[in-house]
Nanobody, 123 residues
């Protein structure tokens, strides 16, 4: 499956952004989907994931209560609603698809990756 992330941009601290990831090439619904991010000079880290049915979600502790992941299988899209953004949320955000359909939290759980979208949060 091919993934295309969008929705990044520049926002002030406390603001909101919604990232979108569009899937194409294969049936979308069997895949668990996730979002990861990589800040300058840091390793890629898990942000959020959702199972193929949408019934299970997982979040990194750093974003719990602020970010919400959702999916629309009819539209082959997964969303990441980000509220109360902080400067430390600044990173390139990547969406990923996992073949097992679970809401995995490790990079090894995912087999297809999008190109990334930059989120910059100013203080």
């Amino acid at each position: 499956v091919q993934l295309q992330a969008s929705g990044g941009g520049l926002v002030q601290a406390g603001g909101s952004l919604r990232l979108s990831c569009a899937a194409s090439g294969r049936t979308f619904s069997p895949y668990g989907m996730g979002w990861f991010r990589q800040a300058p000079g840091k390793e890629r880290e898990f942000v959020a994931a959702i199972s193929r049915s949408g019934a299970t979600t997982n979040y990194a502790d750093s974003v719990k209560g602020r970010f919400t992941i959702s999916r629309d299988n009819a539209k082959n899209t997964v969303l990441l609603q980000m509220n109360s953004l902080k400067p430390e949320d600044t990173a390139v955000y990547y969406c990923a698809a996992g073949r097992r359909g679970l809401a995995g939290t490790g990079a090894d759980d995912f087999v297809s990756w999008g190109q990334g979208t930059l989120v910059t949060v100013s203080s």
